[in-house]
């Protein structure tokens, strides 16, 4: 029994980071109607720029590290969209997904190349966890639960109650029409990458506390946050944060039936059962 | 002499390879960047089944029908999908058909890969050397060509490029393009299948780290490189890239930079590939009737 509770707990913790990686995905699909390849490689800068600033020549303590590293991956984020997507953005979708998986490549491959292919850890000891109903629970843990809700809480702030949310949803369900009523689309286009790069660069990180860094992280991530957006809704911005709990989920207690081994295509399995299930679903939102 | 050999055999490898994606993305507007996935099938299929002494014909033709079968099972769901989705799923697919490969080690040794798998046998004529391997490569290169160049050709190659252009128009003429697009991928994976078989009896060796997104990027760029929708582009392509490619490995380079080596190269790929579709998009050759 409290086997199944601890995986319960790990699910819901796993699903509070999916549910950032899915959050900052839709939202750049909603704004700017693709789904960005290069989503998974945020998460793996996000989470290798925190471990560079808290490595060799900086030494930065671990919150004063997280400001330079968001900074950049916000950069990198704004920067992948000036260089790539910007001329772009009138071309076919063929285009723009080839380049998109091309930039998820090379950003990968360069991470690889910095810092290799082995596994890495940010290098804190692990402390022993305090126990709560049955369920151990660890400071980290509890970090990302509060972190997650923190993204949150920002999240539906910015969305709801400022200007520029206002702006960024008008621009999402008509560009057109937005642009008309004197929004500023370029603008609104800067703060959604700022967004979805700044949620996937602190999943990224809350991931690698959790467990470790890795040139690969990204990309199998990138395919949760997008079952995640799949089983929420395309382009609704709770509904990915739904959707990412729920994989999260369904991964930690898949184990208590299958092997570990297949934890990572749990997700994947979800999307095409849902497809099969309602392709309706997604109908809904091809336009 | 070797050296020259063993580049025109992987040229010709990669070019079935290259020209199985090119009739999905190229003339059916398909996202596959999973595409490995068939590759990969077609390679353990017939490496499995030769290492257990099945004759290498009834093998091969096993592989190509189980690679067309896994399109067809992964197409009825993904094909559902709008573009861009299709390419998340197949990108999936491809990622979870490595695990396959390296969790049931039962059935294929994980980690540690396939050794020992036997040179092909046709007809009692053994394609044991260089020369030997590289005309059945060259062969069925041809074949391969031969086959896609009359599909191409053909009202289905037509109805194909006709959904790439526009799905609606298609359907409202009474075409079913879920059907048609199936079609695409099951004939695009044996194909893709075909490439496998001729990799792994060719090498002799594989293991699940030889199918990752690499070699995806790799294909795509082959294809994107030589100009998609194109009967001589993944030829082009392939002759390109791979030259590139395999001539690094025999620079002698010291082997301590192996560890930046690789990385670099993807990342040249990678960075390519973002060119390509910034400022020529269209690639080295350019598709008839499309030059405006």
């Known amino acids: 029994m409290s086997y199944i509770l601890q995986s319960i707990f790990n699910g819901l913790l796993a699903g509070c980071i999916y549910a950032l990686f899915a959050m900052g995905l839709t939202m750049v699909y909603r704004v700017l109607n693709f789904v960005n390849f290069a989503h998974g490689e945020l998460i793996m800068w996000g989470a290798y720029l925190l471990y560079l600033f808290m490595g060799d020549p900086f030494h930065f303590p671990l919150y004063v590290a997280l400001i330079p590293a968001l900074g950049f991956t916000i950069l990198l984020g704004l920067g992948m969209d000036w260089i790539v997507f910007k001329p772009l953005r009138r071309t076919n979708r063929l285009t723009l997904l080839i380049a998109a998986l091309g930039i998820s490549f090379f950003l990968r491959n360069g991470a690889q190349l910095f810092w290799g292919a082995e596994l890495r850890t940010y290098g804190f000891e692990i402390k022993?966890?305090?126990?709560?109903?049955?369920?151990?629970?660890?400071?980290?843990?509890?970090?990302?639960?509060?972190?997650?809700?923190?993204?949150?809480i920002i999240v539906y702030l910015l969305l709801y109650r400022s200007i520029i949310g206002k702006a960024m949803r008008a621009v999402s369900d008509n560009l057109e029409l937005a642009r008309v009523t004197g929004i500023n689309a370029k603008k609104t286009i800067r703060f959604t990458w700022i967004i979805s790069s700044a949620l996937a660069c602190v999943g990224g990180?809350?991931?690698?506390?959790?467990?470790?860094?890795?040139?690969?992280?990204?990309?199998?991530?990138?395919?949760?946050?997008?079952?995640?957006?799949?089983?929420?809704?395309?382009?609704?911005?709770w509904g990915a944060l739904w959707g990412g709990i729920f994989i999260g989920l369904a991964e930690n207690l898949s184990v208590l039936f299958i092997s570990t081994g297949y934890k990572d295509s749990i997700a994947f399995g979800m999307m095409v059962l849902l497809l099969l299930l309602r392709p309706r679903v997604l109908y809904g939102s091809q336009e | 002499m070797d050296l020259f050999l063993h580049l025109w055999i992987m040229i010709f490898i990669y070019s079935i390879f290259a020209m199985s994606l090119n009739l999905e993305m190229g003339y059916t507007g398909l996202f596959n960047f999973g595409h490995i996935a068939f590759f990969g099938i077609g390679a353990y299929t017939s490496a499995l089944l030769t290492l257990h002494q099945i004759p290498f014909a009834l093998a091969f033709v096993v592989a190509?029908?189980?690679?067309?079968?896994?399109?067809?099972?992964?197409?009825?769901?993904?094909?559902?999908?709008?573009?861009?989705?299709?390419?998340?799923?197949?990108?999936g697919f491809g990622e979870i058909l490595r695990m396959v490969f390296q969790n049931e080690v039962w059935l294929t040794k994980g980690p540690m890969g396939l050794p020992g798998i036997p040179k092909p046998i046709l007809f009692s004529y053994r394609f044991a050397t260089l020369p030997q391997y590289l005309l059945l490569t060259m062969g069925l290169t041809i074949v391969t060509f031969l086959i896609l160049r009359i599909i191409i050709r053909s009202p289905l190659g037509r109805t194909l490029r006709g959904i790439r252009e526009d799905e609606i128009v298609l359907m409202a003429l009474g075409k079913n393009a879920f059907h048609f697009k199936i079609k695409s991928v099951v004939i695009g994976s044996v194909f893709a299948g075909l490439a496998g078989v001729l990799w792994t009896h060719y090498t002799t060796f594989i293991s699940p780290g030889d199918f990752t997104l690499s070699e995806t990027i790799l294909v795509l760029l082959i294809v994107v490189l030589g100009g998609k929708g194109t009967e001589w582009g993944p030829l082009m392509g392939a002759f390109v890239l791979i030259f590139f490619q395999e001539s690094l490995r025999f620079l002698k380079l010291p082997t301590e930079w192996g560890r930046y080596l690789a990385p670099l190269q993807q990342m040249i790929f990678g960075g390519l590939l973002i060119f390509l579709m910034i400022y020529r998009p269209e690639g080295l050759i350019r598709e008839k009737g499309e030059g405006r």
């Open chain 1, 205 to 237: 990180i809350l991931l690698a506390l959790d467990t470790n860094l890795q040139p690969g992280m990204g990309m199998i991530n990138l395919v949760k946050a997008f079952a995640a957006i799949l089983l929420g809704g395309v382009g609704n911005v």
């Open chain 1, 128 to 152: 022993r966890g305090w126990r709560l109903f049955h369920i151990s629970m660890t400071a980290n843990q509890m970090a990302i639960i509060l972190a997650t809700l923190g993204c949150i």
């Open chain 2, 64 to 91: 190509l029908v189980a690679s067309g079968f896994f399109g067809f099972l992964l197409s009825i769901p993904s094909l559902r999908l709008r573009g861009d989705y299709f390419g998340i799923a197949t990108l």
